[in-house]
């Protein structure tokens, strides 16, 4: 069965034509034009999000993608997430955010990475995200931005873990 995927671009990004056909393989793909630079853009991410089986971000949108499938109990696929960034500063007034969710995260780090250090994000991780869960991959020769043969791969690799997954009840 195909899944409402929600993709979320980093700054100043956009989804490109070949990883939208990619998401497309496993399902409808909603991927608004997010501006971060307005405090209000996780506001209008909610809805989209609420509807969405699945979220996928990169950089700020990787950590949006985050803090979207805390508070939806969602799967996520994260890459580069931006968590130890102080911009863009969302108004995250209102939410409460859990400590925990029960759905797979699978976060991909590059080692390269010159915008978002991987040995920052890396700490922060395990730091912060308790989650029995998740699966951390970090690749050695990736940099900030995600080449559409590594997204080909991890977005396969994470569909397939979650139709493995057990069916849970959300009620």
Known sequence: MKKNILYLHGYNGSLTPAKQTVLERFG???APSIVYDNPDYFNKL???A???DIIIG???GGHT???LSLLYNKPALLFNPAF???IPNPDLSGFAFPHFKSSRTHIILGKKDDVIFYKDNLEYINRTITQKDMSLISLEHLGHRIPEDVFAEQVATF???VAAEPKTSTH
């Open 50 to 52: 609420a509807t969405a």
């Open 84 to 86: 130890v960034t102080s």
């Open 46 to 48: 909610v809805v989209p």
């Open 58 to 60: 990169s950089s700020f």
């Open 28 to 30: 409808y793909v909603m």
């Open 159 to 161: 569909m397939e873990e």
């Open 65 to 67: 993608a985050h803090l």
